[in-house]
Structures are given as structure tokens and as C-alpha cells.
């Protein structure tokens, strides 16, 4: 499709995964919903299939969807692609049934808040300032914080690595809303070790992690199926990836670009 090739193209041009995200998510806005699911799915085939622009165009696509806001556009294409069968697109934006039983920690917990040297637990406004530019002692502290505001902030410094997030990311039990900043962050939700953890972490919010799964590869998808962890019906979205992902080429050891 024409129209699909033009987005694949025009969001491989932008160097930067934020102005990817930015740019795909302004077309998700300005599109007719009908158009929009079609293209969308041909994207979505195409990147199932290992094809390389097309897998690069989804990560914008799955980054797009994930920003705060745009579960108004991602129900309507969950109902335009159930309208027209469009089951790349299904597998894309499914809403899985969440686990019976919860491991996110309630929203109220104080469990986690820095404390000044008095013991008074520090305000939200105070933590927020300290993870614009914390020292490693204090971030390690942080990085505790329930709030996910005190984590997006703390996901763009200097100062934190990949291990830390991978670490937060794979924390159980997980907090949603913690989760969902990392499965929104640009710098660290393309990383493959950061998207496992999330996948494999039942405190994911279910639709984000479909959505994440989407982008695993063969051997990704292979272990998230065989762990008893992850929920059921994540397992079954990484199920039908895994059914569509052509066989790893032995010269490769892949089936795709990370």
C-alpha cells in the first residue's frame, strides 16, 4: 500500500526516536480512524515478518501509541480493526485481560519516599527536584520513589544507566504506573533488555506490554512463552508473534534489527 510506504518512509527520515514517536502520533491524530487502522496493518504484517523498515516504523508506532493520551485513538483502532479484521493490528493494540491477582503496589503507598536528614518524608516537589540532576547515591535512592513523575525525571539524566532501568523494569512486585514511564521513554523502551523485563513483568499494564511484545524478536518471544510469570493472556499475543516470525536464519543467529 502506498500510503504505508510513504509513513514508513517519512518516519525513517527523522534521526531522532522522540521526533519519530512526535510525527507518527500527530498522523494517528489526523487521520481518519479507517485509514490509519488499513496503513497501520500493513505495517504491522510487513514487520512481522522481519522486514526491516517496516519493524523500524513500528517501534515510532508502538512509541506513538504508548504516549500519555492516546488511548482515545488506540480504542478506535482496536474496534476498527475487530470491524475489518485487520489482525495485525489486533495483535498491535489488544487490550489483554489484565492477571487475576494484581503485583502493583497501591497508588497511596508512602513505601519508597526519600526522607530529609529530619525524617520528614519529602514532598513530591522536592523529590522531582532532585531527580533533575541527582548524584548516584541519591538516584539509587530515587529510584525507589512510587511516583511516577519522580521516574520520568529521573529516566532522562545523565546519570542513569541501562542497568538501573532494567533493574527497575524487572522489580516485582511492579508499580503500573512506574512502568508505563519506562514503556513511554524513547531513550529506553528500544533498548531489548529494558523490553524484556518489561514483557516479563507482570506489573506491566497488559496493553502496553502487547504492545512492547510486538517488537521482540524469535528468541524473545520463545521465552516469554515458556515463563509461568508473564500473564496469561500476554503469553497467548506473544504466541501468535512467535507463530508468525520467519525461522532464524543459523548464519544470523536473529530475525531482525534490534
Given at each position: 500500500?502506498?500510503r504505508?510506504?510513504?509513513?514508513i518512509r517519512?518516519?525513517?527520515s527523522?534521526?531522532?526516536?522522540?521526533?519519530?514517536a512526535?510525527?507518527v502520533?500527530?498522523i494517528?491524530?489526523a487521520?481518519?480512524?479507517?485509514?490509519?487502522?488499513?496503513?497501520?496493518?500493513?505495517i504491522c504484517?510487513?514487520?512481522e515478518?522481519?522486514?526491516?523498515?517496516a519493524r523500524?516504523?513500528?517501534i515510532?508506532?508502538?512509541?506513538?501509541?504508548?504516549t500519555?493520551g492516546?488511548?482515545?485513538?488506540v480504542q478506535q483502532?482496536?474496534?476498527?480493526?475487530a470491524?475489518?479484521s485487520?489482525?495485525?493490528l489486533?495483535?498491535?493494540?489488544?487490550?489483554?485481560?489484565?492477571p487475576?491477582?494484581?503485583?502493583?503496589a497501591?497508588a497511596s503507598?508512602r513505601?519508597?519516599?526519600?526522607a530529609?536528614p529530619?525524617?520528614r518524608?519529602l514532598t513530591?516537589g522536592?523529590?522531582?527536584s532532585l531527580?533533575?540532576?541527582?548524584d548516584?547515591?541519591t538516584m539509587e535512592r530515587?529510584?525507589?520513589?512510587p511516583?511516577p513523575d519522580v521516574i520520568?525525571r529521573?529516566l532522562?539524566?545523565a546519570r542513569v544507566?541501562e542497568d538501573?532501568?532494567?533493574r527497575?523494569?524487572?522489580k516485582r512486585?511492579?508499580?503500573?504506573a512506574v512502568l508505563?514511564?519506562i514503556?513511554?521513554s524513547?531513550r529506553?523502551?528500544?533498548r531489548?533488555?529494558v523490553?524484556?523485563?518489561?514483557?516479563?513483568?507482570p506489573?506491566?499494564p497488559?496493553?502496553?506490554a502487547?504492545r512492547?511484545?510486538g517488537?521482540?524478536?524469535?528468541?524473545?518471544?520463545e521465552?516469554?512463552?515458556?515463563?509461568?510469570a508473564?500473564?496469561?493472556?500476554?503469553?497467548?499475543?506473544?504466541?501468535?508473534?512467535?507463530?508468525?516470525?520467519?525461522?532464524?536464519?543459523?548464519?544470523?543467529?536473529?530475525?531482525?534489527v534490534?
Amino acid at each position: 500500500m502506498h500510503r504505508a510506504e510513504s509513513l514508513i518512509r517519512a518516519t525513517r527520515s527523522l534521526a531522532d526516536a522522540g521526533l519519530r514517536a512526535a510525527y507518527v502520533a500527530s498522523i494517528a491524530r489526523a487521520w481518519h480512524v479507517a485509514d490509519l487502522a488499513r496503513v497501520l496493518d500493513v505495517i504491522c504484517e510487513r514487520a512481522e515478518q522481519a522486514e526491516v523498515s517496516a519493524r523500524e516504523a513500528l517501534i515510532a508506532v508502538v512509541d506513538a501509541l504508548n504516549t500519555d493520551g492516546m488511548e482515545p485513538v488506540v480504542q478506535q483502532l482496536r474496534e476498527q480493526a475487530a470491524g475489518e479484521s485487520l489482525l495485525a493490528l489486533d495483535r498491535l493494540v489488544r487490550a489483554p485481560a489484565p492477571p487475576r491477582s494484581t503485583t502493583g503496589a497501591p497508588a497511596s503507598t508512602r513505601t519508597g519516599i526519600l526522607a530529609a536528614p529530619s525524617g520528614r518524608p519529602l514532598t513530591l516537589g522536592e523529590r522531582k527536584s532532585l531527580a533533575r540532576r541527582p548524584d548516584r547515591d541519591t538516584m539509587e535512592r530515587l529510584l525507589s520513589d512510587p511516583h511516577p513523575d519522580v521516574i520520568h525525571r529521573l529516566l532522562g539524566s545523565a546519570r542513569v544507566v541501562e542497568d538501573d532501568v532494567v533493574r527497575l523494569a524487572a522489580k516485582r512486585p511492579g508499580r503500573s504506573a512506574v512502568l508505563a514511564e519506562i514503556a513511554r521513554s524513547t531513550r529506553w523502551a528500544h533498548r531489548p533488555r529494558v523490553r524484556m523485563a518489561l514483557v516479563m513483568n507482570p506489573g506491566t499494564p497488559p496493553e502496553m506490554a502487547a504492545r512492547v511484545a510486538g517488537l521482540l524478536l524469535r528468541p524473545e518471544l520463545e521465552r516469554v512463552v515458556r515463563s509461568p510469570a508473564v500473564p496469561a493472556s500476554v503469553r497467548a499475543v506473544c504466541l501468535e508473534h512467535l507463530e508468525r516470525r520467519p525461522p532464524v536464519d543459523p548464519r544470523l543467529g536473529d530475525d531482525g534489527v534490534h
